[in-house]
Every structure is written in structure tokens, then in C-alpha cells.
């Protein structure tokens, strides 16, 4: 089973970008769909976006379409989440996550999860 570490977060400005990185380990990611959700103190787990196992498709919610670009680079084992724009409404812990079971952007669908990486961005 693969093994998920999130990297790339901090504490950055309003109006400023990040960007996020997921590494795994263990078995290629090339069989698996890729994503990042976020998770507030006593919110439930959202997507953010999802991508395909080549690429070719992805996802995005509403509240990050056009600030938040999901890539992958499966030669490296690599998934990840540039975020331009960003606002202080997403300090949040975002996860990485993966499934092998198809494409689908709810937590639920997601049986591989990695630690998460604290965001904050100041007003």
C-alpha cells in the first residue's frame, strides 16, 4: 500500500501563494487516482481537487477554481497543489490523499491519507 507525506506549508500573506507537495513511498501512483481535501477544527474533511491518473481529468471546488491548480508527476511519485490567491479563509490542514477503487472527489472515496500540512494566511 502507498504511503502519503504532505510537504510545502507554512505561513504566508494574503493574496500570497503555496505550494504543496505529496510524496509517497511504496508502490508506484500511477494506479491511483490523487487528491487534496481540507479540514477545519470541528469542520468536516472537503475536496479541494482530484486528478486522474494520467492527468487528464481533474477536479476543483467552487471555492478554490482559478486560484488552485492539482498536478502530478508519476515518473517521481509526486502529486501537487499550486495555490495562488489565497485568502485567509483557507487556513486549514489539507491532506493528501488516494484511491484505487476510480475516480471520485468525496473523502469517502479515499482509503490512503497522508498526515496533513498546516496553511495559514494572514489578513
Known amino acids: 500500500q502507498v504511503q502519503l507525506v504532505e510537504s510545502g506549508g507554512g505561513l504566508v500573506q494574503a493574496g500570497g501563494s503555496l505550494r504543496l507537495s505529496c510524496a509517497a513511498s511504496g508502490h508506484t501512483l500511477s494506479s491511483y487516482v490523487m487528491a487534496w481535501f481540507r479540514q477545519a477544527p470541528g469542520k468536516e474533511r472537503e475536496s479541494v481537487a482530484a486528478?486522474?491518473?494520467?492527468?487528464?481529468?481533474?477536479y476543483y471546488a467552487d471555492s478554490v477554481k482559478g486560484r488552485f491548480t492539482i498536478s502530478r508527476d508519476n515518473a517521481k511519485n509526486m502529486v501537487y497543489m499550486q495555490m495562488n490567491s489565497l485568502k485567509p479563509e483557507d487556513t486549514v490542514v489539507y491532506y493528501c490523499?488516494?484511491?484505487?477503487?476510480?475516480?471520485?472527489?468525496?473523502?469517502?472515496?479515499?482509503?490512503?491519507w497522508g498526515p496533513g500540512t498546516q496553511v495559514t494566511v494572514s489578513s
Open positions: 486528478i486522474s491518473w494520467g492527468g487528464g481529468r481533474t
Open positions: 490523499a488516494a484511491t484505487i477503487r476510480g475516480w471520485g472527489v468525496l473523502p469517502t472515496s479515499y482509503d490512503v
